[in-house]
C-alpha cells in the first residue's frame, strides 16, 4: 500500500440551477487572454445535449482515455507510444476549433463611428481568429436549457447509446423531455491519460495533492493530451501554442481557498477534501474486466482516513499530520465512500477522475407532484424511480458505465432523506423503515442532511492549508522580492523599468488593496510600471496611465495666470484635469 | 585559394556554428516558454494532415541522406561493393523523391497557411523568413540533386563531403569545397544561412523531438517542492539545501 493524497471535488447536481456563475468567474480568474478566448476551464452544459465540444463523449470519434486490451492491460485509445510518434506531425484527432466554436467579438466600433443614416448601426461580430465578420453558430452552450433540443438533442452520445438499446426510451417532445445541468471541470484523474498522451513529459500529477498539471516551460504543443484527454479539459492556447488546463486554482488551493469556481457558486453545491488512496493499486483497479466495475473499483482505491492501518501508512509516505486531520473531516469523502450518494462521472473511459456527482433527484420529485401524488412521501418516491426509467439509464450511461443499479442506489437514498427529513421538520413520529430501507440509520441520515443542506463554508471546503516547511514557495507569497527593491518592492529591475520578472497580479492587487484601505488618499500604488486596475480604484482621483498624457494646449496670448505645477492630489477633491 | 573562398568556406561555418549552438543555449535559457511547435491545426486541419506528414517525413529522409552523403567517405561505401554509379543512382532516386516530397509538402503547407485566415493572422514576420529560407534551401537542394541527373556527374563526395567532415576536426579543406559546382555552393551557403536562423525561429522544436516519450512511464508525478525545478529559485527564496 502506498497511500497518497488527492484533492477532489463533488457536486451535488440537485442543487446546480444552471447560472454559469461558476464558469464566468473561472473564465475571468483564468482564461481571459487571448489565444483561450475559446476555452472554458469550468463550463456548465444542458443534458441532454452535445456538450462542449460537441460530441466530446464519443470516444469511438475523439479516441481519449483508456481502453484494456485483449491481454487485459490497459493501453491509451488513441494508441501507444509509437503511434503517438509517428502522427506526430498531424494529430488525425484533435478537435477543430469549430468543435468547440469559433469565438468572436463585436464590431462595437461602427455604433459610435457609422455616418448618420436612416438604419441604425449594427455592430457586427466578427471573428477573434481571423478578424473577419462571422455568422454565429455555436458557443460553449449553445444548447443551454434545450435550446435546439428536438435537432441537437438525438445527437447526444449518451442519448444515442441508451437508443441503440431501445428506440423509446429518450424523447424530446415537450411533454416528456427531462433536463439538468452538468458543471465540468478537470477531472484531475489517478489515472489521467492526458499525461500518459503528452510526448515532452511536460503534464504532471503532483504528488502531494494529485492536481494534474501542465509544465508551461516544456510543454512544445504536440497537441496528444488535447486527445488523450476523454473528457477534452485540455486546451490548446493557439496563441502560445502551448497546452492549458484547469488547474484546481492550485495557488488558492495552497493557501487554503477553495478554487473560484467552488467559492462563487451560487447554489453552494460544490465539496472539496482530501482522499487517501492506494497509488499501488490504481492501474489494477483502472483495468478490471466489466466497465460496470468500474465504479467499485474506484471507490475500492479511497482509503478509510480513520483506519489506523491506513494512518500508519499515510506517514510512513510522508503524508503531513495536518493533511491526515483534514482527510478524517473531509466531506468528499463522506459524501463518495461513506454515504455513497457521489458518483464519478463517465468511469468507463478507466482514468479514475476523481470530481464526483451526486445524481438530481429533481425531475423525480416533480413528477410525483404533477401527477397529483405526495412527491416526498417514503413508498411513492421509491416506487416512482423504479418507475421512471429515462433519467435513471440517462444517469447511469452518464455515472456507471450503464449500470443502472448504483444510481438507483442514490436516487433512494436522497429520496430516503427528503421523506425522513420532512417528518423530523414537521415533529412527526421518525420511521426508522425508511433509512434502513437504504441501508442507513437516522444519524447517518441526519448527517447526511447536514452535510447536504446546512453545512456552511469550512465544512463544505475542508482544504489543507499549508504544506509544511515549504510555505515560502508558495506561488502567491514567495514571489515579490525579485531584485531588492525590485518590482514588488515598488521598484524596478535591475536594467530599468521593463527588466526584470512582471509583478504578479496577486502581489500587485494585494498592495493595492491595502494602500486602499489604509490610506487617507487616492488609492495609487505610485509605483512606476504598476498596472491600472479598475477593479482596485476607488474613483478617487486619476491613477497615472488610466487616460493618456493629456497634450499640451497652446498658450493663449494674454492668458497671465500662471498654471504652475499641478496641484497635490488629494482625496475627495476632483480637479478639471481629474475630469478630463 | 581566394580570400572569398577562406571566409566561405573556412570561416562562415564555425560563425555558424557558434550562432547555432549559442543561439539555442540561449534561446533555451531565456524562452524557454516561446519553445514550441506553434501548431496551427486547431484552425485547419484537411490540408494540414496531408502537407505535414509529406513535409516532415520527407525533411527526414533527406537529413538521414545528408548525414549518409556526407559523412560516410566513398572509399567506404567502396569497400562494401557498391560502386560509384550505383551509390549516385540510389541517391539521386530516393534523395529526389524525398526531396519531391519534402517540397510538395512545405508548398502545400505555405498555400495553406496563405489561403486560411486564421493561419495567415498567426503568421509571424520571423515565420516568413523562415519560411523563404527554408523553401530556398530545399529547392537548391533539389537542384544540385536534378543538375546531377541530368548533366556533368559532379561528385560531390568528392569535394562537399571531405570539406564537410574536415570541419570537425578544424583544418577546413578549403580547396575541395571551393571546386565543386556552383550549385553546391549555393546550396551549402543557405544551407549555412538556415542553420544560422534555426535557434531564432520555430525550428527550435526540432531540437526537443519527444524521443524519450518511448522511454518513460506513462504517468508522471512531479514533487511541487521539485515543480518549480523548471524555474530557478528567487534570490532570499532558495530552500536551505539547494543554496
Known sequence: MRVMAQMGMVMNLDKCIGCHTCSVTCKQAWTNRSGVEYVWFNNVETRPGLGYPRRYQDQERWRGGWVRNRRGRLQLKAGGRFRKLLTIFANPVLPHIRDYYEPWTYDYETLTDAPLGDDFPVAQPKSLLSGEPLAVEWSANWDDDLGGAPEHGPHDPVVE??????????????????????????????????????PSGAMYKRAEDGIVLVDQDRCRGWRMCVTGCPYKKVYFNHRTGKAEKCTFCYPRVEVGLPTVCSETCVGRLRYLG?????????????????????????????????????????????????????????????????????????????????????????????????????????????????????????????????????????????????SFMRDVTLGRE????????????????????????????????????????????????????????????????????????????????????????????VADPGVPGARVNLLN???????????????????????????GSPPERTAGTPTLEDRR | MSTWDLLLWGVLPYVM???????????????????????????????????????????????????????????????????????????????????????????????????????????????????????????AGLATTLLGATGGEHNYRETVSPWFRSLFVLQPDIASMAGAGLAFHVHTLIGMVLFAIWPFTRLVHAFTAPLGYLFRPYIVYRSRAAGGATRAPRRGWETADNR
Open chain 2, 17 to 139: 556554428v557558434a550562432v547555432l549552438v549559442g543561439g539555442t543555449i540561449w534561446r533555451y535559457r531565456y524562452d524557454k516558454f516561446g519553445w514550441t511547435t506553434r501548431s496551427s491545426e486547431l484552425y485547419e486541419s484537411r490540408l494540414l494532415r496531408i502537407g505535414s506528414p509529406l513535409f516532415h517525413f520527407g525533411l527526414l529522409v533527406v537529413i538521414i541522406g545528408h548525414v549518409i552523403g556526407l559523412l560516410i567517405p566513398q572509399s567506404w561505401t567502396g569497400a562494401v561493393g557498391l560502386s560509384p554509379t550505383a551509390y549516385h543512382v540510389q541517391a539521386l532516386v530516393l534523395g529526389g523523391i524525398a526531396g519531391f516530397c519534402t517540397l510538395v509538402g512545405v508548398g502545400i503547407l505555405v498555400y495553406r497557411r496563405r489561403t486560411t485566415g486564421p493561419v495567415f493572422s498567426a503568421t509571424t514576420r520571423n515565420d516568413k523568413l523562415m519560411y523563404v529560407v527554408l523553401v530556398a534551401a530545399l529547392v
Open chain 1, 430 to 521: 421518525l420511521d426508522e423503515s425508511v433509512p434502513a430501507a437504504v441501508g442507513m440509520d437516522a444519524e447517518q441520515i441526519m448527517e447526511m442532511y447536514r452535510l447536504l443542506a446546512l453545512a456552511k463554508y469550512d465544512e463544505r471546503y475542508v482544504i489543507p492549508t499549508a504544506y509544511e516547511g515549504e510555505a515560502h514557495q508558495l506561488e502567491e507569497i514567495g514571489c515579490s522580492l525579485d531584485v531588492e527593491g525590485g518590482p514588488g518592492m515598488g521598484g524596478v529591475g535591475p536594467f530599468g523599468e521593463a527588466s526584470g520578472r512582471p509583478v504578479p497580479v496577486s502581489v500587485e492587487t494585494f498592495h493595492a488593496l491595502r494602500v486602499r484601505q489604509t490610506s487617507e488618499g
Open chain 1, 161 to 198: 447509446r441508451i437508443r441503440a438499446e431501445s428506440e423509446e426510451k429518450v424523447k424530446f417532445d415537450y411533454e416528456r423531455a427531462f433536463m439538468f445541468y452538468l458543471p465540468r471541470i478537470c477531472e484531475h484523474c489517478l489515472n489521467p491519460s492526458c499525461v500518459a498522451s503528452c
Open chain 1, 537 to 563: 480604484w476607488d474613483g478617487k482621483g486619476r491613477p497615472p496611465g488610466l487616460f493618456p498624457p493629456p497634450r499640451e494646449a497652446p498658450a493663449e496670448p494674454g492668458d497671465l495666470t500662471d498654471r
Open chain 1, 274 to 418: 482530501l482522499f487517501l488512496y492506494d497509488a499501488d493499486r490504481v492501474t489494477a483497479a483502472a483495468s478490471v474486466a466489466d466497465e460496470r466495475n468500474l465504479y467499485a473499483a474506484q471507490l475500492d482505491l479511497l482509503l478509510d482516513p480513520d483506519d489506523p492501518e491506513v494512518i500508519a501508512a499515510a506517514r510512513r509516505d510522508g503524508i503531513a499530520e495536518d493533511w491526515l486531520d483534514h482527510a478524517r473531516r473531509s466531506p468528499v469523502y463522506r459524501l463518495a465512500k461513506e454515504y455513497r450518494v457521489a458518483l464519478p462521472l463517465h468511469p468507463e473511459f478507466r482514468t479514475m477522475p476523481m470530481v464526483w456527482y451526486i445524481p438530481p433527484l429533481s425531475p423525480v420529485v416533480d413528477r410525483l407532484v404533477e401527477t397529483g401524488h405526495d412527491g416526498e412521501s417514503a413508498p411513492n418516491l421509491f416506487g416512482a424511480i423504479d418507475a421512471l426509467r429515462i433519467p435513471v439509464e440517462y444517469l447511469a450511461e452518464l455515472f456507471t458505465a450503464g449500470d443502472p443499479g448504483p444510481v438507483t442506489d442514490v436516487l433512494r437514498k436522497l429520496a430516503a432523506m427528503r
